[in-house]
């Protein structure tokens, strides 16, 4: 496909990267010379240095014979701008990054009326999923599939785990089949296996594990692991993310303390948000935490626009609590993932590669051959194992086949099936059926239909 990226900051950058190596043809636009330049070259694209909202600019591109529009600029105004011209001018598809809750509460509405095919808010996304965790503490990593009936948890397995020692074959025994482990983390790398039964956990491991959200609750339950929401929350900076953050907090009845040190915006946060304690100061200075109560607060997230401040943060939090607190650390750059894992900072919150998911989501959902679109894309872990739902239309490859006979490429799991309001964990005589929603988990990165997790197609046995 043809995809112009307009804006290459955090974001454009991160969807110019991982769409260029997905084999798409992309473009770039950005007013800034030195960063297209750095893009154009790490990412090997054309890159155009000028104002992506101008109809010269975008036809220097090619915008008439582009297949998507991708506009994630840091001016909302831009970026809508930016889609209408290349609606007009080209007729193709058109992604808009809308951060501003003015425009996020009429968001329905922009779109219908600039014939969006989407538009993404990184800070809103980034909220909700901090907010998923604080309601399930116990898990470093959720996302929902199946519109919300299937979820997917990651958490690590703790010294004194119940999990640490046991095989998945009698993990499986005690949940009842309720829950399938469809992957495992391992070693200073990182390494992804996708299980079989006869795996061990140990401790150190993190698992990812899907099922029902009644069902993941009860598993957690089972092996000694919180599963209830936590009553307070202590939030630092008081930036977009937290606005919307301790909004959804508060109208679930949790406690919110806000601490930032711009007088205006705190003022504005007390006067959007009255039922949240506000306070003016600087979170880097410990007597400001401990005099507001870090030491029994139950969740701490760090949301400063500074990486190293939300790190220093989180770990200082961690020790000064007297309870389990569970930490969610906003990183933004990308490079430091690999630092950053063995730092025990709980739930790392990138806002980017959210939105990233879920543009290359759509992006991959544009190719499908059969009608089976991603409907979800989750990175297990980036660049190394993912977890896709698809929605089975007539036609398949796969329906009507039991799994044990389904010609899977290697590192492919099928490892949930949504149907009739049922969450099914498969065994090898399950059969797909039309209109499914299958969550498949690979370590072969960049599936765009379901007939790509088999071997060969063409050569399937017999459907009925």
Not at 63 to 67: L, N, R
Not at 149 to 163: N, T
Not at 403 to 409: E, F, I, V
Not at 428 to 437: A, F, L, P
């Given at each position: 496909?043809?995809?112009?990226?307009?804006?290459?900051?955090?974001v454009?950058?991160?969807?110019?990267?991982?769409?260029?190596?997905?084999g798409?043809?992309?473009?770039?636009?950005?007013?800034?010379?030195?960063?297209?330049?750095?893009?154009?070259?790490?990412?090997?694209?054309?890159?155009v240095?000028?104002?992506?909202?101008?109809?010269?600019?975008q036809?220097e591109?090619g915008?008439?014979?582009?297949?998507l529009m991708i506009?994630a600029?840091?001016?909302d105004e831009?970026?809508?701008?930016?889609?209408?011209?290349?609606?007009?001018?080209?007729?193709c598809?058109?992604?808009a990054?809308v951060?501003s809750?003015?425009y996020n509460?009429?968001?329905?509405?922009?779109?219908?009326?600039?014939?969006?095919s989407?538009?993404?808010?990184?800070?809103y996304?980034a909220?909700i999923?901090?907010s998923?965790l604080?309601?399930?503490?116990?898990?470093?990593?959720?996302e929902?599939?199946?519109?919300g009936?299937?979820?997917?948890?990651?958490?690590?397995?703790?010294?004194?785990?119940?999990?640490n020692?046991?095989?998945?074959a009698?993990?499986?025994g005690?949940?009842?089949?309720?829950?399938?482990?469809c992957?495992?983390?391992?070693?200073?790398?990182?390494?992804?296996?996708i299980?079989d039964?006869?795996?061990?956990?140990?401790?150190?491991?993190?698992i990812?594990?899907?099922?029902?959200g009644k069902?993941?609750?009860?598993?957690v339950?089972?092996?000694?692991?919180k599963?209830?929401?936590?009553?307070?929350c202590?939030?630092?900076?008081?930036?977009?993310?937290?606005?919307?953050?301790?909004?959804?907090?508060?109208?679930?009845?949790?406690?919110v303390?806000?601490i930032d040190k711009?007088?205006?915006?705190?003022?504005?946060?007390?006067?959007?948000?009255?039922?949240?304690?506000?306070?003016?100061?600087?979170?880097?200075?410990q007597?400001?935490?401990?005099?507001?109560?870090?030491e029994?607060?139950?969740s701490?997230?760090?949301l400063?626009?500074?990486?190293?401040?939300?790190?220093?943060?989180?770990?200082?939090?961690?020790r000064?609590?007297?309870?389990?607190?569970?930490?969610i650390?906003?990183?933004n750059?990308?490079?430091?993932?690999?630092?950053?894992?063995?730092?025990?900072?709980?739930?790392i919150?990138?806002?980017?590669?959210?939105?990233?998911?879920y543009?290359?989501?759509?992006?991959?959902?544009?190719?499908?051959?059969?009608?089976?679109?991603?409907?979800?894309?989750?990175n297990?872990?980036?660049?190394?194992?993912?977890?896709?739902?698809f929605?089975?239309?007539?036609?398949?490859?796969?329906?009507?086949?039991p799994?044990?006979?389904?010609?899977?490429?290697k590192?492919?799991?099928?490892a949930?099936?949504?149907?009739?309001?049922q969450?099914?964990?498969?065994?090898?005589?399950?059969?797909?059926?039309?209109?499914?929603?299958?969550?498949?988990?690979?370590?072969?990165?960049g599936?765009?239909?379901?007939?790509?997790?088999?071997?060969d197609a063409?050569?399937?046995?017999?459907?009925?």
């Open positions: 496909m043809k995809i112009i990226v307009v804006g290459c900051g955090k454009g950058s991160a969807l110019t990267r991982q769409l260029s190596e997905e798409h043809d992309v473009s770039v636009i950005d007013v800034n010379q030195q960063v297209v330049n750095e893009v154009s070259s790490s990412c090997d694209v054309i890159g240095v000028g104002n992506g909202g101008s109809h010269a600019v036809k591109v915008v008439e014979d582009a297949d506009a600029s840091d001016s831009l970026n809508l701008l930016c889609c209408l011209i290349a609606k007009k001018a080209g007729n598809s058109t992604i990054r951060r809750p003015i509460s009429e968001i329905g509405f922009i779109r219908e009326e600039l014939g969006l989407l538009a993404v808010n990184p800070e996304a909220a999923e901090a998923r604080l309601k399930f503490p116990s898990a470093i990593k959720i929902p599939f199946a519109r009936h299937i979820e997917l948890l990651k958490f690590p397995v703790i010294e004194g785990s119940a999990l020692g046991r095989t998945l009698e993990i499986s005690s949940a009842r089949g309720d829950v399938l482990v992957a495992v983390e391992r070693g200073p790398n990182h390494d992804v296996t299980p039964g006869s795996f061990r956990l140990q401790t150190g491991d993190t990812s594990v899907v099922a029902s069902n993941a609750r009860s598993f339950e089972k092996v000694g692991l599963s209830r929401s936590v009553a307070n202590m939030i630092i900076g008081g930036g977009t993310i937290c606005f919307y953050l301790a909004k959804i907090l508060l109208e679930s009845n949790i406690r303390t806000i711009d007088p205006r915006r705190c003022k504005m946060l007390s006067d959007e948000l009255p039922e949240a304690n506000v306070i003016c100061g600087d979170a880097a200075n007597n400001v935490l401990l005099e507001e109560g870090i029994n607060c139950e701490f997230v760090s400063t626009g500074m990486d190293e401040e939300n790190i220093f943060l989180s770990l200082y939090a961690r000064a609590s007297k309870k389990d607190v569970k930490l650390t906003k990183i750059r990308i490079n430091y993932d690999d630092i950053i894992g063995d730092m025990n900072l709980g739930s919150l990138n806002p980017q590669h959210i939105v990233a998911e543009i290359v989501r759509y992006v991959r959902a544009m190719e499908n051959s059969i009608g089976s679109n991603v409907e979800t894309l989750y297990i872990i980036e660049g190394k194992a993912e977890a896709l739902e929605l089975i239309q007539a036609g398949s490859p796969v329906i009507g086949i799994l044990s006979r389904l010609p899977l490429k590192g492919v799991l099928v949930c099936i949504y149907r009739n309001h969450v099914i964990i498969p065994n090898g005589q399950t059969m797909i059926e039309v209109d499914d929603r299958v969550i498949i988990v690979t370590k072969q990165i599936f765009q239909d379901v007939r790509d997790i088999l071997q063409h050569t399937v046995p017999g459907q009925r």
